[in-house]
């Protein structure tokens, strides 16, 4: 049974970098996944930001490409999230998750739990 | 860039059946088996209960269904139940390897 738990700073200053870990368990960070974050700001939808495949092939949502940046730490099964210059229209839950892709579908089949970041000086 | 569009809001008794409409704004948006859905109960982490627009994960009930025609993916909820209340979100697979959600629909159970 895979899981996932997100973890970082709750608080973070506008114009500063956001950086989010996600510990993922009970299954490889290696597997035929592409492991994605997607964020909710309070009381609205779903965002999806982006997604990492284990070899560093990845794909960004095109409104954020220019400041996110997803790696992955195959040694401790981690997935990282950065992204630059925030505001407070950043402030949001972000969660980190496991997609099923191939060449005709994909979706979410697991969800972390989600960590709330506030954008706020 | 290609939106999913659902209703605000639906809304349903005990026992009676919902629909809830998720439509693309272009051909290859929703087709195929692109479409997935998502539950949110208020509070909690969104959960898949349809995949490749018809498939159920292993543990979610029958009463959930989905369906295609056109442009316009559906989510029809059977029976419905108090525990039903939530948001759900669909979601399609973009031929540009881009996951579009739609803005979601809150379902109340009267």
């Known amino acids: 049974q895979v899981q996932l738990q997100e973890s970082g700073p709750g608080l973070v200053k506008p114009s500063d970098t956001l950086s989010l870990t996600c510990d993922v368990s009970?299954?490889?960070?290696?597997?035929?996944?592409?492991w994605a974050w997607i964020r909710q700001p309070p009381g609205k939808g779903l965002e999806w930001m982006g997604y990492?495949?284990?070899?560093?092939?990845?794909f960004y949502n095109p409104s954020l490409e220019s400041r996110v940046t997803m790696s992955v730490d195959t040694s401790k099964n981690q997935m990282f999230l950065r992204l630059s210059s925030v505001t407070a229209v950043d402030t949001a839950v972000y969660y980190c998750?496991?997609?099923?892709?191939?060449?005709?579908?994909?979706?979410?089949?697991?969800w972390g739990q989600g960590t709330l970041v506030i954008v706020s000086s | 860039q290609s939106a999913l569009t659902q209703p605000p809001s639906v809304s349903g008794s005990p026992g009676q059946s919902v629909t809830i409409s998720c439509t693309g704004t272009?051909?290859?948006?929703?087709?195929?088996?692109?479409v997935s859905w998502y539950q949110q109960p208020p509070g909690t982490a969104p959960k898949l209960i349809i995949y490749?627009?018809?498939n159920r994960p292993s543990g979610v009930p029958a009463r959930f269904s989905g369906s295609e025609s056109g442009n316009t993916a559906s989510l029809t909820i059977s029976g419905l139940q108090a525990e039903d209340e939530a948001d759900y979100y669909c979601?399609?697979?973009?031929?540009?390897?881009?996951?579009?959600f739609g803005g979601g629909t809150k379902l109340t159970v009267l």
């Open positions: 979601s399609s697979y973009t031929s540009s390897s881009i996951l579009l």
């Open positions: 998750a496991r997609s099923h892709c191939s060449s005709a579908t994909c979706y979410i089949d697991n």
């Open positions: 272009s051909s290859d948006v929703v087709s195929y088996n692109r």
């Open positions: 009970g299954y490889s960070i290696k597997s035929n996944y592409w």
């Open positions: 490749e627009v018809i």
């Open positions: 990492i495949f284990h070899t560093g092939s990845r």
